[in-house]
């Protein structure tokens, strides 16, 4: 029963906590290329994750970035179509790739 209160009472402590002041958090700005393709990057990609996952990346390859477009599509189940995916691709690419296809 000891156990059983002590688990309690640390669960519940947190709630208690105050903090005097306000808090801010912090604002990032990403740079976003409007590019060919931006409209389906921000349907597709932008209403589960910010713009940083995409500039944290480096300039990449097409292949790569392609991969990531499938991982999102496969295990992600991002509700993208076949002609998003490559538009999506494409846009990567182009704005954010390293020139190379593989």
């Known amino acids: 029963m000891k156990k059983i209160l002590l688990i309690?009472?640390?669960?519940?402590?947190?709630?208690?906590?105050?903090?005097?002041?306000?808090?801010?958090?912090?604002?990032?700005?990403?740079?976003?290329?409007?590019?060919k393709g931006f409209g389906e990057v921000n349907a597709n990609c932008l209403t589960c994750h910010s713009?940083?996952?995409v500039?944290?990346?480096?300039?990449?390859?097409?292949?790569?970035?392609?991969g990531k477009v499938d991982k999102m599509i496969v295990h992600f189940k991002a509700p993208m179509?076949?002609?998003?995916?490559?538009?999506?691709?494409?846009y990567l690419f182009e704005e954010y790739g390293n020139g190379k296809l593989k």
């Open 51 to 53: 713009f940083g996952y």
């Open 81 to 90: 179509t076949d002609k998003d995916a490559d538009i999506v691709t494409e």
């Open 8 to 35: 309690a009472a640390l669960t519940m402590a947190p709630l208690f906590a105050q903090v005097e002041g306000d808090i801010e958090v912090p604002y990032i700005p990403f740079e976003v290329k409007m590019g």
């Open 55 to 66: 500039t944290n990346q480096g300039r990449q390859s097409k292949a790569f970035w392609r």
